[in-house]
């Protein structure tokens, strides 16, 4: 017998999905405002949600320049628990029909995950080096802004309803279907995905910031249906589930080995360079028939692993890690405005932060010279041996 959410469920639920939203945001004045009668704004939104009569708010869209110029959607702070309500509801359902290669925004599988599988897929295919190896990289243009939102719908309700006739887990016999109310994710699947996100959207700044971002990254230029929000946590998932078509076309049809792709960016590895070309082809029609998606030519390269790969901020050369010049360029623009200050405790965990990531990498001389002359630095603390940890006095 098919589960069925119950009113309490929901309520419940819900409360669990406002503690997912509010987390890091405790400050803000609209979640201040939300908490002031948190118990009768998620009833409300509990009603509409029972009586499928909710409807999303218009966002406010502003733009970004940090690390790159983006136009970013922030939808209202009830918004928020519902995508977070239907986030907790779903995710892991969809996460397990992806490749173990989709790395971006799932546990345990970020950037640094993503750089140790490409190593490791190099180092297969090259027979550790030993071998002429390529790394075929492509990137599509102006993805979230051409995501055709009734094609993810098709392919969102797809996987919904083929994972429900799946059991939970190894140990548990029941399947999704016993768990999940279905027709309750059928409706808030439609509501989130075909929601117009510029309808009726407070713009924060001034047309200027819009007149220098590139007409193909603004949704106010997409065509009619097509377009997610960045921004919110559900355009995430929906980014990994409309692109899982192409990881399991490369995977099932072009029986591409070593695969993988972060958001919008992908990579086939393989010692023969004629094979990669032809995958370029394959891959492309792909994306333009099925998903009706361009891939950046500009940014479509076969690369000689012995010249060195440059994926998620890693430059990868045989045997060892190196960051990446642009990643270290907004490293050090960041970290030269950190110079005067005079807070211990906001230098210690910037200082860290940058240590950690760059523990990951060949980088003791690059740590050195970023941190090694500040005056205040050496004032409040000290760092470890290896310049591995930096701590207080």
Not at 125 to 141: F, H
Request: hydrophobic share 35%; aromatic share 12%.
């Amino acid at each position: 017998m098919a589960y069925s959410l119950t009113y309490d469920q929901l309520l419940f639920d819900l409360h669990v999905a406002y503690i997912d939203a509010r987390r890091g945001k405790r400050q803000k004045p609209y979640q201040q405002r939300f908490e002031q009668h948190a118990a009768e704004n998620l009833r409300l939104l509990c009603d509409e949600l029972w009586n499928r009569r909710y409807r999303p708010g218009p966002s406010t869209c502003f733009i970004i320049t940090d690390p790159k110029m983006r136009e970013v959607f922030a939808a209202q702070f009830r918004d928020r628990i519902v995508h977070h309500l239907y986030f907790n509801y779903t995710h892991e359902m969809l996460e397990r029909t992806f490749i173990e290669d989709s790395y971006s925004c799932i546990k345990h599988r970020g950037t640094h995950y993503g750089i140790c599988r490409l190593e490791r897929h190099i180092r297969q295919e090259s027979q550790n080096y030993m071998e002429t190896c390529y790394v075929l990289k492509m990137d599509i243009r102006g993805y979230f802004m051409h995501i055709s939102r009734p094609r993810l719908l098709d392919i969102t309700l797809r996987q919904l309803r083929r994972m429900a006739t799946h059991r939970f887990s190894k140990y548990d016999t029941r399947q999704w279907g016993d768990i999940v109310d279905l027709p309750f994710l059928e409706y808030l699947s439609h509501v989130i995905i075909m929601q117009d996100p510029v309808a009726d959207c407070r713009r924060r700044g001034t047309l200027a910031d819009w007149h220098r971002l590139p007409p193909e990254k603004s949704l106010f230029h997409s065509a009619p249906g097509c377009g997610l929000p960045i921004g919110n946590l559900t355009s995430q998932l929906f980014s990994n589930v409309y692109l899982n078509e192409l990881d399991q076309y490369a995977k099932r049809v072009l029986r591409c080995r070593h695969y993988g792709r972060y958001v919008d960016d992908f990579y086939v590895v393989s010692a023969d360079r004629d094979l990669l070309r032809k995958a370029a082809k394959s891959l492309t029609f792909f994306l333009k028939e099925h998903l009706s998606l361009e891939v950046n030519e500009k940014k479509t390269v076969i690369c000689d692993v012995r010249q060195g790969v440059t994926f998620l901020g890693a430059y990868l050369k045989p045997r060892r890690r190196y960051v990446s010049n642009s990643t270290l360029h907004r490293m050090k623009s960041k970290v030269a405005c950190l110079h005067q200050t005079k807070d211990p405790r906001l230098l210690r965990s910037t200082v860290n932060s940058y240590l950690g990531l760059l523990s990951h990498y060949s980088s003791y001389h690059i740590r050195r010279n970023l941190f090694y002359g500040w005056p205040s630095v050496h004032r409040y603390g000290y760092f470890l041996r290896g310049m591995s940890k930096y701590v207080l006095r």
